[in-house]
């Protein structure tokens, strides 16, 4: 199972940083993505990043503001907030498969074999 960690309640303008975790062995070898759920909305691709760490990828709604990385020694994979907007609000969730390919990238929702329980961030005006 995947442990997400590191929401809250946040001004906007502020910043936050997720993290993902294995509650069991390790995903060293996974590809990660994170996807968020606004209240009434579909959920939706946030970022994604490769097995290597090597390449990565946002949505355009949070290029330049957010960051994803991952320190395959610790097991854990970061998504660094910044710039918050009220629109961030939403529960955002990570998601790993294997991967064949150390660079390959992620993006589609159903590309994704096991998902974390969610950790919601709140962005106030």
């Known amino acids: 199972q995947l442990q997400a960690s590191g929401g809250g309640l946040v001004q906007a303008g502020g910043s936050l940083r997720l993290s993902c975790t294995p509650s069991d062995g390790t995903y060293s070898n996974y590809a990660l993505g994170w996807f968020r759920q606004a209240p009434g909305k579909e959920r939706e691709f946030v970022a994604a990043?490769?097995?290597?760490?090597?390449?990565?990828r946002n949505t355009d709604s949070v290029e330049g503001r957010f960051i994803i990385t991952r320190d395959n020694a610790k097991n854990t994979v970061y998504l660094q907030m910044n710039d918050l907007k009220p629109e961030d609000t939403a529960v955002y969730y990570c998601?790993?498969?294997?991967?064949?390919?150390?660079?390959?990238?992620?993006?589609?929702?159903?590309?994704?074999?096991?998902w974390g329980q969610g950790t919601l961030v709140t962005v106030s005006s």
């Open positions: 990043i490769s097995w290597s760490g090597a390449r990565s």
């Open positions: 998601a790993v498969r294997e991967a064949v390919h150390r660079d390959n990238v992620f993006t589609a929702e159903n590309s994704y074999y096991y």
